[in-house]
């Protein structure tokens, strides 16, 4: 796998770029816009998430003699095309909600503004990050919120494919958890990684004592060992003799676990091990977070759920063309109308209407002259807020938003987007869109 | 992100290598197992799929001096470590399932045999790979067995990660899909690509007429025309008046498909259009696909629910370890006790049994001497098959595994695999897996 990102796309998207030459429309001007039809079944909010990763796929979306001889050889598109491609890069402007950014139904995610040619191409790859991005930070982000303030990690590199490993831990940092077990998003993204042991270490070593003792004698009595190999309480008694009352934490990673938590804490507490912290990381989701509100746990780990959507693992993002220039340079809205999937044509800008104490209750969005265009009246002053940000202008992307510093950026930004949710967001059960969208 | 594959990985593999250096137990010589302690809910069998493409990222998991730098510089492990790991190439053997073979709950998937640290280490990449690629490969079984023969296209590559949608593609194949989207999985494993247009092509042009013309123009009447834009009705009429008769497809995105579909069929056949075929591609599942069977459908296309493995998204599969030697080199099952996720421990091989008619019956999981010690009376011999077969033998990776051919020959191996299932297999509803698992 070469390290362009220009092969990461449907076929279609050069098919098209290749008639498009042909017959003289390739360079209208062109608007599309990401964006999702609803909310994952039930979900009260959605968190946008891939946005900082996926600005610098679009910076390496490039064609080398690569990707050309091999859509030469295989004739995927004709020699106007291959010169087109072999000049490729994007240098439109791309407008969106800020990572971190809670969404709605309607909510223009993204917005495109380019040449057909140059704005088209990049579809598969804008869905394939925001859809997988987003789906596990709206998950992860339901799970924060229900965590009472206790650190989250993300340990499920190993349920979701091993580069969307990667970018999972990335998109539940910015919905707020605290760390990943993944050494490659620690490194490209800077979150902070986690882990010490597994079952099998425990396993390895003739007895649960001298796996412990292996343990503390290399990273010291703050470790975390996991006590659930054999005997979950033989394993606390055993582990506190191993690492004294100075041990870190205990993992638990099976069992009924408001009952295996409530006694593992008493039993921590009357072997004196009152700071000893207690972690738990079995099949955790939403719901059985929100089950251990009551439960002595100091620290989640999950897994699966989080990689995964939790039940919906792709957002349900789609990009579509919503107006392009005619031969007269003018604007046309379209969309596509034949049945239940028609969408909004039109060039749009969002804004999300707070109230005086600065909880949103609607989601605005406005059609007419597009991002940047907010009319006087559209209420962006005092307490209400503009959604879109400039990404790329001309082909220039804003650095602030790549990197370990684009990532911690969107972080801080979901965290104050948070405080604008009204309470009712955080209900777990199902239901609608805690704010209605409405377009203008 | 760089080309090894090395940080695809989660710290604590890192950390136990470190500690178990430490401690003098990470050149004990292991045998790790993959597998899924049960199908994906209501499933009746699984299939296996990933192992190609994970031998190669085996092949090329090793730590150059920017890996080692990071740990170095984030203290994750230490000197004697890191002098580990700089010379770190996987020397053991890997015995597993073929890929396309057909899987149930306890099936040892992937037996990895060698020291403790380089066993271990390569835990998370392993199951990534599975878990991903068997949930794909599972679920897109499920369709091929009701699509009755015709023809399926993977199109789900905006619906996963950019990543991901290249494994989805290829286990897809695996599983009998017959092409993909995807460039890059046309290019990486020799998959057939397809695709010709999106809504966005037709809303681009002034009128749906001019798009397709410009559509034929380039590539001719053989196209497949995508007819929903607007009107469907209409855009058939427009499709074969544009092309002709000898129009090669149409595809409907949209609407009742069973109705849509039979409106479309009278249609194109009373414009004389009788070859042009229907392919449709509406957010089908194996169920809707099923839904289709009496329909006039030639082609279909699937998207997220394939890439998402239908409900199942990653395939539950774990790795344990389940035999370890001692100082005296002799080997000692071992298995986590402690609770309902308790495993059986020991080395294993696996046969599965036939009747008479070929039909498999059976699964039998043997514990005794591991791979290839089949005792005499296990029943590998006339109808009944071993399951596993060699990946790895001291570090040589078979290459008849990897790459293009490697792909290949998964996909036959599938096809004659689906051929042993009993028909209750086939059965959509949720159920029991179809054989069951015995050890002996």
Redesign the interface.
Known sequence: ?TET?A??????E???V???I??G?AH?E?M?EAFARRLPAGRRYGIVAGTGRLLE?IRDFRFTDA?LS?LRN?E?V?SPTLDWLANYSFQGNIWGYQEGEAYFPGSPLLVVEGT?AEA?IL???I???L???TSVASAAARMVSVSLGRPIAE?G????????????ARAAYIAGFSAT????A???WGIP?????????T????SEE?AF???V???GAHTTLLV?????ES?IDMAVKVAGVGLGSIRI???DLPTVVAAARRQLDELGAVNTTITVTSDLDEYSIAALSGSPVDAFGVG?SV???SGS??AGMV???VA?T?DTGAWIP????????ASVGGRKDAVRRLDASGIAHEEIVLLGDGPAGLPEDSGTSGLNRALLVPFINQGAIDERYLGAAGTQLARTHHESVMRELPLEAFRLGRGEPVIPTTYR
């Not at 590199?157 to 999972?168: F, I, K, L, P, W």
């Not at 077990?181 to 490659?184: C, F, G, I, K, V």
């Not at 659930?228 to 979950?232: A, L």
């Open positions: 796998m990102s092969f990461r796309t449907d076929r279609y050069l098919t098209m290749d008639a498009a042909h017959s429309t209208r062109c599309f796929l990707e091999w295989n995927v004709r057909f088209v579809e598969t790859l869905l394939s990050v859809n997988y991005d340990m590199s190993r349920r979701t494919s091993e580069y969307g490993a990667v970018a999972a077990s993944n050494l490659e620690g490194r490209t990684t986690m882990g010490t042991a597994a079952h099998s270490f396993l390895l070593h003739d001298t003792r292996a343990q004698d290399s990273f659930d190999t054999y005997d979950i394993g990673d099976s069992g699966t990689v995964t959507g693992p792709a990009y579509k063309l392009h005619d379209v969309a596509k109308t034949s049945t239940a999937k």
